[in-house]
């Protein structure tokens, strides 16, 4: 039934939506910011199953934390929760060219990936990013309609 695979990519994004809307003690007055989903369209169409959420807290100084490294066609949804310090977020785009972005305070993102998406804080150890993710795999190029 379609029906429940669409509940539990349904539900880990909701979840991951309002977590980026709940303040924390140190968040200024912009929790949200309008660059959600970067500004692209995406065809919800194209996601073939929900792969995994996740959550962490990456330090500066510490090595990139790596979400994805496959070779498969992801969507990755990001929420910066709490942050005092930039995230470097790299990855492959989905014509296999490297991408880096610099991600400041919280938000919502997402990307569309081919097999590689790293978490990076800059700065020494006393920055921090506290973040989430949810991995939406995509159907092959050959299964789309």
Known sequence: MIRQPLIRIAIPLALLGAGASLPSPSANAQVFNA??????VFDFGQIDSFESMGSGTQRGGAAPKTIVDDTDRHTVVITILESNTDAKISWKSADGSPQTTFI???????????????????????????????LLRLKNTKDRI
């Not at 660059?35 to 692209?40: G, H, K, L, S, Y």
């Not at 919502?108 to 081919?114: D, G, R, T, Y």
Request: charged residues 15%; proline residues 0%; glycine residues 10%.
């Open 104 to 134: 400041h305070g919280t938000t919502v993102q997402a990307f569309q990936i081919a097999g590689l998406f790293k978490i990076e804080a800059l700065g020494d150890d006393t920055r921090s990013v506290k973040y989430g993710y949810v």
């Open 35 to 40: 660059q959600v989903f970067n500004a692209q």
